[in-house]
């Protein structure tokens, strides 16, 4: 049985709706890392959950209580469910020990005396014992929100959710949080985790959503998320890629704006001067020379793509009109100038459509 059932999950604002049709089970045990553009809903998904944020319709079931159901009592249901802010939230005229015993106290009926000793292992379990009579104000971000997770522990959770937990922290602090969070994954605590720590979701998750497009646009294991993407959303996001698309519709267009485009998408991603040589004599020797002139290949499209992720470039058209491979098929000179720009070149015909497809030599 599933731990949560989330079935057509939808939120509305006034001038907008992050989330359309969300559906989804998360089971005992996984850690399920959301991924994603801003605006896409993440946080408001994790927020619906727990009902922070009241969904506009849909349900969602937990433990198998349907918790949408006004009638439910969500502060029961919260102390199962704990929940971890990329703000912290954590009482600053309370000291740290305070703020990680107060409501195994008050919520939860433990005696002072059995809250502070196993508050104080939580604290020595993130490292910081030492900080127990501290307040908050005197903590470095990352420090913060190490209390922060010994205090969703302390309230023995089935499981925790956590709101971009290191987006708030500098570079420097972001490490010592996620060590926390893959221990209590080591441990086997029910996860769901808002993150842009696109390598640590790939080591600690066993499962990750990619959110889009108001709901879960592609989930899969980290292996097919990260390294086999089936839509082309995710590809772009995981990938981290830069696109330039151009439309050639007939032989009269405008050469050079084309070539200031491709100078200016270079530019804007610090290519070097080689890389802007090399794609603008793709343009030329590809599809000017090689299939403008040709006059039965239009439209042409065109795609630039840089990848931040690893610095590969590629260089992508599409087009129309019988089978005709630009290195194979066309002037020598050109064929020669492609190759030697090309540490590899690719082309397939299908249904009369061509794909020619080069990975651009690195210029650096």
């Known amino acids: ?55 506009t319709s849909g349900t969602v079931t937990f433990d198998g209580e349907v918790i949408t159901d006004p009638k439910c009592k969500m502060e029961k249901v919260r102390q199962k469910m704990g929940m971890v802010f990329q703000s912290f939230n954590l009482f600053a005229n309370l000291t740290i020990i305070e703020n990680v015993t107060n409501a195994p106290i008050k919520l939860l009926g433990k005696s002072k005396e059995d809250a502070y000793n196993e508050g104080m292992e939580l604290l020595k379990r993130v490292g910081l014992a030492e900080k127990a009579n501290n307040f908050p104000d005197e903590l470095s971000g990352g420090q913060k929100q190490r209390v922060a997770i010994a205090r969703a522990i302390a309230m023995k959770p089935d499981m925790i959710l956590f709101d971009e937990p290191t987006s708030a922290l500098d570079p420097t602090m972001v490490g010592e949080v996620l060590q926390v969070i893959r221990s209590l994954a080591k441990d086997g605590m029910t996860m769901m985790i808002v993150t842009h720590e696109m ?54 267009f405008d050469y050079i704006a084309y070539n200031s485009q491709i100078e200016l998408f270079c530019k804007d991603n610090l290519l070097p001067d080689k890389t802007v040589n090399d794609l603008q004599l793709m343009f030329e020797e590809v599809v000017k020379q090689g299939l403008a002139e040709r006059g039965n290949t239009f439209p042409i499209n065109v795609t630039l ?43 397939t015909y299908s249904e009369g459509l061509n794909r020619f497809r080069s990975v651009i030599r690195s210029g650096k």
């Open 199 to 252: 390598k640590f979701a790939r080591d600690v998750s066993t499962r990750v959503f990619y959110m889009d497009e108001g709901g879960i646009y592609e989930e899969g294991t980290p292996q097919e998320i990260f390294e086999a993407p089936k839509k082309e959303k995710t590809r772009v996001f995981i990938k981290r890629l830069k696109q330039l698309p151009l439309l050639v519709e007939n032989s009269d």
């Open 1 to 55: 049985m599933s731990m949560i059932k989330v079935e057509h999950l939808r939120k509305e604002y006034p001038n907008v709706i992050p989330l359309k049709d969300v559906n989804c089970e998360i089971n005992k045990g996984d850690v399920i890392s959301i991924i994603g553009p801003s605006g896409t809903g993440k946080s408001t998904f994790l927020r619906c959950l727990n009902q922070l944020e009241k969904p």
């Open 305 to 347: 793509e840089y990848s931040e992720q690893d610095g590969s470039i590629t260089f992508e058209t599409t087009y129309g009109g019988e089978k005709f491979n630009p290195v194979n098929d066309g002037d020598e000179i050109s064929s020669a100038l492609i190759k030697n720009a090309s540490s590899t070149v690719d082309h």
